[in-house]
């Protein structure tokens, strides 16, 4: 059994087909945690894991860019859902409401994420503090409840580290990792686990792969994104092509595919208690 720990077959780029893709996940020895962004993709993924009895689950978060949104300009995501981009206001209470699902193992995702940012310094300083501000009120709920965080970071990571070191006993895991393996080494130092997904078939993080230990990597998809090129460049992910990042890492460590799945899978339901 192998464990995708960030989905997002709540998303609408599977609407038209999401039994049919959850049924071969599950035949095909996959499980999958799907990652809410905001507060509706959050809700979804809680029903569709409370739908299935086993092998389906969710975190729920809200996504940095979503955080601060007034200070971007970004388009609705047609893969993501029918809501558009907006700032939403991180309401705790709705939150810890579907938390009460048994099936919620994490908060996520959330972070930082500074690749669409406003221009002048000014706002770019309000956009930062705003995400800030965000993220820590998440870290908070995470600690009120015991549960572990995936941590979304883009040309954020010495901001996400400053944040993480005011925070002792978080357990998480950074998501679709591609920074430094001095990066690697801190975040792993504070308890986390490196995200490994199909970007490491466009970015080259070779030798942070090789560096990692097994036992501090969990695999995943970030499906319906990130496609690895085996399955072509114009197919929409899912959580069975995680088969092809654990085949890439096996290649790298110089073992076998199924001591990667192995390790990974023992390391996600360590993470997430399931």
Aim: aromatic share 10%; hydrophobic share 40%; with cysteine.
């Amino acid at each position: 059994m192998i464990i995708d720990t960030h989905s997002h077959v709540n998303f609408n780029a599977y609407k038209g087909d999401r039994d049919e893709v959850i049924k071969r996940t599950l035949a095909g020895g996959v499980w999958m945690i799907n990652v809410g962004t905001k507060y509706e993709t959050s809700k979804s993924a809680v029903e569709l894991a409370e739908k299935n009895e086993s092998g389906v689950y969710a975190a729920i978060g809200l996504h940095p860019i979503y955080a601060a949104a007034e200070f971007q300009k970004i388009k609705t995501d047609p893969d993501e859902g029918e809501f558009l981009v907006k700032e939403q206001d991180f309401d705790k209470e709705k939150y810890k409401d579907l938390a009460k699902s048994k099936k919620v193992v994490g908060i996520g995702e959330i972070g930082l994420d500074y690749y669409y940012r406003p221009k002048s310094a000014i706002k770019l300083g309000e956009f930062k503090a705003k995400q800030k501000k965000v993220f820590m009120e998440e870290l908070d709920l995470a600690k009120e409840l015991s549960l572990p965080v995936i941590i979304h970071v883009r040309m954020a990571h010495e901001d996400v580290i400053s944040i993480l070191e005011k925070y002792s006993g978080l357990r998480g895991v950074i998501h679709c990792f591609t920074g430094t393996w001095e990066q690697a080494q801190k975040y792993m130092s504070l308890g986390f686990y490196i995200g490994i997904n199909g970007i490491i078939f466009k970015f080259n993080i070779d030798e942070v792969i090789k560096q990692t230990p097994l036992d501090k990597i969990l695999v995943e998809t970030d499906c319906p994104y990130l496609t690895p090129t085996a399955e072509g460049k114009d197919a929409r992910n899912e959580p069975l092509f995680v088969k092809h990042v654990i085949q890439r890492i096996a290649e790298l460590k110089g073992i076998s595919f199924d001591e990667v799945a192995s390790a990974t899978t023992d390391n996600a339901k360590k993470l997430f208690k399931i």
